[in-house]
């Protein structure tokens, strides 16, 4: 860990003190022999979990034939296969195509280069508390100040960002359902008040935003974000790069409204560690830019194709999805369990599927984020063996984006942990 610190800069995060060695499922041994349960999933990436045989040896395999061309220079077969399947697998009864990039940003870079093509037009629209990513148009398109985009300025130009719905941070007295029909009154506004419906090329949502505390957007929201996306011939893209691929409990997390998204991005779980994202979409729209336009020199690499195909292969197999939706419905009941025993201190717990988190206040009425209490809930549970990582626009949620290949026994193993943390953290940090 020092030699880390000695040799890279501070700005590179690191979450916790671990040096791992090695690491297969849900567990992971550090570098003194230490095992870990694994509940972060190298941030939502391991569905398929750490290792998966299948994913080595596929990689094996491709490394002794093939590993790297560059897909400018020539074709390959686990190249095409891999935009193949996810035209088959995504949303949207239509012919579509697929680019495969690096990262998520790169993913989210590339939609809104796609989109801009094919509208002739510039605007950008994204939420509050959304998070797409670190090159500099996707950071413009990122929330969180703070955390994020401080000193980085200036940023791209022609992003507008609208309010995003949180039904556990609406106004006091107002329900649920008011709430979510106030928000679909905002996007009316804020297509006069932020931007009008014709300079807009593209709607970037996330159907549970990820980094913002895994927020679902409301489907009446959605719906209605749809409705004014085609009233206006706006292309709507789902990104899709945490909450999909299985972690939500169906393979794409728009998938659980009606609503059809002119393009997805995806990455995280697509490849199973392996650097891979992709932007799947209407075929009139993807092929928009000129030939030339899109791809880069490491874009779609063999290793990383072949990952993916192991990897999609498993995750939209319906036993998979279904044991993402146990997990969900066994996670959240011992996150609920765990607010009944700390109500003070567990203010929410939310999320789609197995994708949860439980947001830490110092209040349950005023809601005031206590990113402290995190800190040392995530420092408790590493000390006793299991990973948690932070989320939220607060930093005050604790995310659980565990392999969805954990064993009962594990998970179990894993959350008397979190509660143990908890109760610790109860104890000994004060909100005042
Ligand atoms: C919704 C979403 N979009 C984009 C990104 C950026 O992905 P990457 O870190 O691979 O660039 C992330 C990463 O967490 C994400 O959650």
Redesign the pocket.
Known sequence: MARREAATPQGNAKLTPIAIESAHGSLVVDVDGNQYIDLAGG?GVLAVGHTPDRVVAALQGQAARLIHMCAIVSTYEPFVAVAEQLNRLAPGDFRKKTVLMN????A?ETAVHISRSFSKRQGIVVFEGA????TNL?MAMTSKFNLFKKGFGPFAPEVYRFPFPNVYRRPPGMSEDGYVDWHISLLDHSFMAQVDPSHVAAIFV?PVQ??GGFVPAPTAWLQRLRELASQHGILLVS?E???GMGRTGRLWAIDHSTVVPDMI?T??SLAAGMPL?AVVGRAEVMDAPHPGGLGGTYSGNPLACVAALEAIDQIAAPEFLQRSVEIGEHLRGRLLEMQQRHPGLVGDVRGLGSMLVMELVKDPVTKVPWMEATAALTAATVKRGVITIRAGLFSNCIRFLPPLTITNAELDEALDVVVAALDDVAKEISPH
Do not use: C, L, P
């Open positions: 941030i990262t998520g940003a790169e989210v998070y797409h990513g670190r996707t996330e990820g980094e990104d790069i945490q909450a991005t990455a995280k994202s």
